[in-house]
């Protein structure tokens, strides 16, 4: 949603003979401007099939492709003659549900939802032959940008590289012919290879794990769990952490979900951690938030507020919190128990009588001027965060051990920030320790990064911290990050390389299991 400032700007851009691509939905002021037809807020459920693609209109847009965007909703608009349909909304069983996507006038397109990017090269042709409607010679700008990039890279590389210099040949050639298309990719492609090209590439170890991290409790939109292990399985993955449960697991995913997802991955050779969200409760719904508010169990930030998090002193959230574990461990075959959300949600909390009284403890003797003086720069800013870093160690410790008591061989592991220095004073995860004493089998830090290079960098860190990574699942933030499937294949041999114990993907969706695994996963 625009500004009106933002849409004056527009407006007087399209007066002057600008051309504009809108997205979604936006002010009348422009639709009046552009002679757009109004359009339906539909929802994707309320289709036969839900929406999967958008297909350009034969011959409309040269160098278009189809590509995939699973929206959940759109502007339903019926094109009543005056404007060009340039692309459709195809649903998951392929068909053409002869709802615009994209709409043409004079003066600028219409996309009638927001872009999702989930199959980035072949929606970017697509946008760029729509743009090239209107500004004539955009391809040829965006190959010839990419060539530059690609010669700059290849003779900065300083080792001459086979593959990457063909490639680099290839686009050259296709420019001179005026196949700009054809020139890009080449030149994509070289680029690829030349970051390849840095990297030493180590065979994956014996029994490495290749594991998801699934935020559905119901698996892939539009597939049950039977479907999703099986997807998984075929590209390669042995483990799946689907986020199930929390302070007050929801009966329908104990009783129907997790039993799906338990037999789903049995039956397809996967190993299941359950994926435990443990102190914060921002998700839980709101009758259950206000329980544990009404009850006196959240945590207090600095201005004596309650926010959604349990705070970790008290003992009735303690033994909640080790009772699902030894529940949940108890009832249901589970290879493991997946910690989340295991710390604090930052150094501005809990300052609620129960800490100030079990840290005055701590420390034997009574804090005057509480909480300011246990704030940074203060006299009790360094035993406050050595105090808030042992009631996560500890918490750790006793779920843990519930979980362990009720089944003998569980392997327990958590969801760590990156940086074990800023994690211990910032949210109180001391996780090298925790790794040091052995409470945990293996710890996951998100170490999510745009680049190899950046990511690796990560991995030597902690592999100095932790002296090896054995029992170190990485995080790769393929969804956060927007990795590409390069990208992608390059941070898990940085795991390799590193000798860690296999990697975890944040997070498993459609374009992770359409687009990003097929093909590239040893098995
Ligand atoms: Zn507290």
Redesign the pocket.
Known sequence: AASAGQNNAVLSCLKRGSKVGLFYAHSPMLTAAMELPAGKFLKSTALPQPLAAIQPEAGLLPGSRAFRQQSGAFLAVQNRGRLKTTAWWMDSAGRNTRWPAILEADNGFWFTHVFLNQDRENAFCTLLAQMERFLPGLSRAAAATALNRARFAYHNHGRTAGPAAAALEQAEKAYRQQLFGPSREAAESCLSLLRDADIPRTPPRQNEVRAVWSRSTSGLPGQDWFQTARTLAANGGNALFPNMINAWPEEQVLQKQLPACLAAARDNGLALHLWFSCLGVADLPPAKRKWFAENNLL??NDSGVAIPWL????PYNRQLLASIAAKVAKAYPIAGLHLDLIRYPGSQS???P??RKAFEKYLGRSVHGFPGMVLPGNPYSSPWQEFRCRQITSLVQEIARAARTARPGILLSAAVYPDWQSARSSVGQDWVNWQKQLLLDFVCPMNYRATASLFAGDLARQKQQLGHLNALLPGIGVSSERLSKDELARQIQCCRNAGAMGFILFEYTPREACDLLPGLLQK
């Open positions: 945590q207090i705070c970790p002193t008290r809990c300052f609620c129960e800490c």
